[in-house]
T-cell receptor, first 114, second 113 residues
Framework: SAVISQKPSRDICQRGTSLTIQCQVDSQVTMMFWYRQQPGQSLTLIATANQGSEATYESGFVIDKFPISRPNLTFSTLTVSNMSPEDSSIYLC???????????FGPGTRLTVT | GNSVTQMEGPVTLSEEAFLTINCTYTATGYPSLFWYVQYPGEGLQLLLKATKADDKGSNKGFEATYRKETTSFHLEKGSVQVSDSAVYFCALSATGANSKLTFGKGITLSVRP
């Protein structure tokens, strides 16, 4: 398995501000994924981050709102921009151990927007 | 598009009862199938997986068999424990390695002593 850490673990932010979430993995991985889990809901993929290229966003998510960086094979950031209360969610990063078909998730960042 | 449908919850069982959580899927090609578990206050963990038809994934007493003919991947356990209380998510990966996961809605299982 992979050991994944996220910072911050939780935050309370004001409407209109931005928050950057960090994801660190203990080994090099090709792809990293960012998911959102809204209260009481399932997980929805925001984007896939491949090192050295632009992130690929899912329908309903745009780069201006959720810019992603992937500077190396062990690290990625997701920024939630111009936040509104509807952005209150748990944000999770995940990685796939190359060739394993298994994805491992970070502990999540619980974001509350007031 | 791809989708995963889980039975409606929540589910409450007595300890040592038999558990079945239904999961069906819609996907093109030959997806890989997964069950993830989220214990209270913890992150999402991979419970078991199956990557081709008729494969059986198993872990911690849980089992699920990849049934292509019925497009199902039902989770079963013969005797649940209080410590199995958690939220269970069925998921699929449609194109194999390095592919995004599509999740079902999740179901909350509560096991009482």
């Amino acid at each position: 398995s992979a050991v994944i850490s996220q910072k911050p673990s939780r935050d309370i932010c004001q409407r209109g501000t931005s928050l950057t979430i960090q994801c660190q993995v203990d080994s090099q991985v090709t792809m990293m994924f960012w998911y959102r889990q809204q209260p009481g809901q399932s997980l929805t993929l925001i984007a896939t981050a491949n090192q050295g290229s632009e992130a690929t966003y899912e329908s309903g998510f745009v780069i201006d709102k959720f810019p992603i960086s992937r500077p190396n094979l062990t690290f990625s950031t997701l920024t939630v921009s111009n936040m509104s209360p509807e952005d209150s969610s748990i944000y999770l990063c995940s990685v796939e151990r190359t060739g394993s078909y298994e994805q491992y998730f970070g502990p999540g960042t619980r974001l509350t927007v007031t | 598009g791809n989708s995963v449908t889980q039975m409606e919850g929540p589910v409450t069982l007595s300890e040592e009862a038999f558990l079945t959580i239904n999961c069906t899927y819609t996907a093109t090609g030959y997806p890989s199938l997964f069950w993830y578990v989220q214990y209270p206050g913890e992150g999402l963990q991979l419970l078991l997986k199956a990557t081709k038809a008729d494969d059986k994934g198993s872990n911690k007493g849980f089992e699920a068999t990849y049934r292509k003919e019925t497009t199902s991947f039902h989770l079963e356990k013969g005797s649940v424990q209080v410590s199995d209380s958690a939220v269970y998510f069925c998921a699929l990966s449609a194109t194999g390695a390095n592919s995004k996961l599509t999740f079902g809605k999740g179901i909350t299982l509560s096991v009482r002593p």
